[in-house]
């Protein structure tokens, strides 16, 4: 499939952008553009200094400003899903020292942000666990009164004999609050893999990244009935940060099947060999999937059949995102190109819920999400590419993950060198 095949450019009305949007989608629905968050030029962060406290201090006086939005934003939600502004930095107080126990390097980085933005620690952590938080809420909710609303994201991979060019991709559009700030952050570590990952304002850990070893992972949101039953132990971003530190898949796979998450989440992690796997984990025990046909994908649900998990009656349009990507892929396995997979993730089946997600003008503010971030990692050449907000109203943004060792921009890395697994 060509990448262009079944789209073409809308100018829209009072913005200097072009939006491709897919052939025939319904202008109607596009009319309700102006529920949306003006759309800012991605952010990216280079974030180079010695230490991971300098690199944080580094990311907090870059970022000052938005980190104290996320705050507030943060707060908002946590609200209206119960958990009041004591609660919840309460809560961000007393996993500072579990993370300080967890992983020296992320409480660095936190006090580096705070340091950097003049916040106090407690406000930084607060974002650092604002995936406890929510989605120990999101437990409750199933539990106590199921059929509201929660945000999503649609995963995947693809293996090398599913591809036109015989490489492997893995990407996803991860969906969340529009009003979040997001940026990419550009780690450049001594001590370190270098990494491409996009993360949120006062966010240490990535949303979902790429390491200079060609390791790449995305995730999915998931709820069981276990969440928060111990809700004091380390937090889901602090594994991220342990992805992008890891030089073998194994060490990666390792970093989540011996966690100590207190939430359900899904990763799938892809390596520039093509081996991929698939992760679902709960606060007590992990479940694997692996490719069929050279495609892995996810979406919000439990799909091992191992847990019966509750995110999908919060968000029922989980059921119908997961199903749609795989099939979409399937189709065209053997001719699968980086077109494809942006068609791909512009799909608009079941819209506003879908692949690419808009806010539903139907939910009250507190309830609403679209698609912050759009990407397709290719993992042999360590490229990124990279959209922010939903990808049918932008043109995905390329970035090369910088050398580790010569400090080159634009690695040569070739496609049929060997790779340690």
């Known amino acids: 499939m060509s990448e262009e095949a079944g789209w073409h450019a809308t100018v829209v009305s009072g913005a200097d952008a072009v939006f491709k949007t897919p052939a025939g989608y319904d202008s109607a629905f596009m009319s309700q553009q102006s ?49 009041d502004e004591a609660t919840a930095r309460e809560h961000a107080t007393r996993f500072v ?72 991709y893995v990407g996803q559009n991860w969906d969340w609050i529009p009003e979040v700030n997001t940026f990419l952050m550009d780690l450049r570590r001594p001590e370190k893999p270098n990494a491409l990952a996009l993360t949120e304002a006062g966010l240490v850990g990535g949303k979902f990244g790429l390491n200079e070893h060609g390791i790449g992972y995305v995730v999915n949101g998931l709820v069981s009935a276990e969440d928060g039953d111990d809700p004091y132990r380390t937090p889901s971003h602090v594994a991220h940060l342990d ?47 692996y490719p069929e046909d050279g495609v892995l994908t996810h979406a ?18 989980s059921l119908c995102r997961g199903p749609r990507m ?60 990279l959209t922010e907000g939903p990808p049918c109203e932008s043109e995905y943004e390329e970035f090369h993950l910088p050398d580790h060792h010569s400090g080159s921009e634009s690695p040569n890395f070739k496609t049929n060198r060997e790779y340690t697994i």
């Open 300 to 317: 919000n649900h439990f799909e091992s059949g191992q847990n019966r998990g509750s995110f999908e009656q919060l968000a029922t349009h």
């Open 97 to 168: 020292p579990i993370i300080e126990d967890a992983k020296e390097a992320y409480a660095e980085g936190m006090h580096g942000v705070a340091e950097g933005s003049d916040l106090p620690l407690e406000a930084v952590a607060l974002i650092n666990v604002r995936y406890e938080i929510l989605f120990s809420a999101f437990a409750e909710q199933t539990a106590d009164a199921p059929g509201g609303e929660a945000d999503g994201c649609t995963a995947f991979g693809v293996q090398g004999e599913a591809t036109a060019d015989g490489k492997p």
């Open 243 to 289: 992805l992008l530190d890891a030089t073998r898949l194994g060490e990666a796979i390792g970093v989540i099947v011996t966690g100590d998450s207190p939430c359900s989440g899904n990763v799938l992690l892809g390596h520039p060999a093509g081996e991929m796997i698939d992760i679902e984990s709960t606060p007590e025990e992990s479940f694997y999937l």
């Open 35 to 83: 529920h949306y968050p003006p759309m800012a030029d991605l952010s990216v962060g280079v974030l180079d200094g010695e230490t991971p406290y300098e690199r944080g201090r580094a990311h907090g006086e870059q970022f000052a400003a938005a980190i104290e939005e996320n705050v507030d934003t943060y707060l908002d939600r946590f609200a209206h899903n119960g958990v």
């Open 326 to 385: 795989q099939r979409l892929l399937e189709r065209e396995v053997g001719e699968i190109d980086v077109g494809t997979l942006k068609d791909t993730l512009r799909d608009h089946f079941n819209e506003p819920s879908s692949i690419c997600s808009h806010v539903d003008p139907e939910l009250p503010d507190h309830e609403i999400g679209h698609t912050n971030a759009s990407v397709i990692m290719d993992l042999q050449d360590r490229r990124l590419l």
